[in-house]
């Protein structure tokens, strides 16, 4: 006499299984739809947000003789440019005019804002085109150890 296969344990086993993989579905789901949610009540810290203690941008190498780039200081976009005259400056990267961020153009030398064209000096901030009303007010840099180190404005930022 040969042996039945348990085919009451297989369907238990297996219904066991699915019941399973359900419960996990249904927990996972709503675990994802809770994360966000969560993140949005609960927003992480940020470092040295409103502090006036001078941020850490970048190596001196990541701002190469020709090149200007946007980096975030205490939540403020702030432009950090090095040229051949000037050396390592930075600037903030809200336009005086309309508010408009700042970038750099490299084939003109200058921080542009996309706007309204607006055009500023990369070694004193000031306003050399278009309808900006005021230079770009400098912020404290120093270098220490092959670092950057971005402080606090010299002037009064756009809409402050
Ligand atoms: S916002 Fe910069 S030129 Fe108008």
Redesign the pocket.
């Known amino acids: 006499m040969t042996a039945q296969p348990d085919f009451q344990t297989a369907s238990t086993t297996r219904r066991g299984f699915l019941q399973w993989l359900l419960g996990f579905s249904v927990v996972s789901t709503f675990a994802g739809m809770l994360a966000p949610v969560i993140g949005y009540l609960l927003p992480p810290q940020r470092q040295n947000l409103g502090s006036s203690d001078p941020i850490m941008v970048g190596a001196v190498a990541d701002f190469a003789v020709g090149t200007g780039k946007v980096v975030s200081v205490n939540d403020k976009p702030v432009i950090v440019v090095n040229t051949s005259t000037g050396g390592i400056k930075a600037f903030s990267a809200i336009?005086t005019?309309?508010?408009?961020v700042v970038n750099w153009n490299g084939k003109k030398n200058v921080i542009q804002?996309p706007?309204?064209?607006?055009l500023f000096n990369p070694v004193t901030g000031a306003v050399v085109g278009?309808?900006?009303p005021r230079p770009l007010p400098a912020y404290e840099l120093t270098i220490k150890d092959g670092k950057v180190y971005v402080g606090k404005p010299q002037g009064k930022l756009y809409g402050a």
Do not use: E, I, M, V
């Open positions: 336009c005019h309309l508010g408009c804002s706007c309204h064209d607006g278009g309808p900006p």
